[in-house]
């Protein structure tokens, strides 16, 4: 199984540009997220969508929209790209269940010059 | 904000060795889990526990909780190279989302 894909891996931006992270999940889970991990700063949670047509925000949502396409698919936008969004993100999904794991893509690694 | 706080940040070991590694939180929770970045790479799932545990085992991992301490460690026994990864605890409480820590860093030397 594929599980929690993520495209690109790498991507490298000039301020101001705008760019869509993909993520899709092949294991019929209702909720997406997006992270990103910064160095010493652990997971910070960007967005979320616990279910098809639902999203909400996180922790660290300034700069950033969201899109779930369908149960499948959740996208993350920076509409203006600031060097201060140069991170690795992070996709993942669970089921609605404090008892079930998180699963995760492999991450973007992007950087905004 | 996190919740849990992984001690230490850096562990250095030679292979053959165990590694502990120990997760500090600051309110209640409904379980804690740990999970396992090598370089690169997402997170992965190692283990949950319920607020209600008090231990966990799965292969080489064992895992203790004391939530009167608000506290938890992974022990990882008889390490290997392929062991060397980042360890994130994460807590939940009335959320289905969980809180992750800063995690530890194992370099386990062959």
């Known amino acids: 199984n594929a599980g929690v894909t993520q495209t690109p891996k790498f991507q490298v931006l000039k301020t101001g540009q705008s760019m869509t992270l993909q993520c899709a999940q092949d294991?019929?889970?209702?909720?997406m997220y997006w992270y990103r991990q910064d160095p010493g700063m652990g997971l910070r949670l960007i967005y979320y969508?616990?279910?098809?047509?639902?999203?909400d925000k996180g922790e660290v949502p300034n700069g950033y929209n969201v899109s779930r396409l369908n149960k499948r698919e959740f996208s993350l936008r920076l509409e203006s790209a600031a060097p201060s969004q140069t991170s690795v993100y992070f996709c993942?999904?669970?089921?609605?269940?404090?008892?079930?794991?998180?699963?995760f893509g492999d991450g973007t690694r992007l950087s905004i010059l | 904000s996190q919740q849990g706080e992984e001690d230490p940040q850096a562990l250095s070991i030679q292979e053959g060795e165990n590694a502990t590694m120990n997760c500090s939180y600051k309110?209640?929770?409904?379980?804690l889990q740990w999970y396992r970045q090598n370089s690169g790479r997402g997170l992965v799932h190692l283990i949950l526990i319920r607020s209600n545990e008090r231990e966990k085992h799965s292969g080489r991992l064992r895992v203790t909780l004391d939530t009167s301490k608000k506290s938890s460690s992974l022990l990882i026994t008889a390490s290997r190279a392929a062991d060397t990864a980042s360890y994130f605890c994460?807590?939940?409480?009335?959320?289905?989302?969980?809180?992750f820590g800063r995690g530890t860093s194992l370099i386990v030397h062959p």
């Open positions: 993942a999904s669970s089921e609605v269940d404090r008892n079930q794991p998180q699963h």
């Open positions: 294991m019929n889970h209702n909720s």
């Open positions: 994460a807590t939940t409480l009335w959320s289905y989302i969980p809180t």
């Open positions: 309110t209640s929770i409904n379980n």
């Open positions: 969508s616990a279910s098809e047509g639902t999203t």
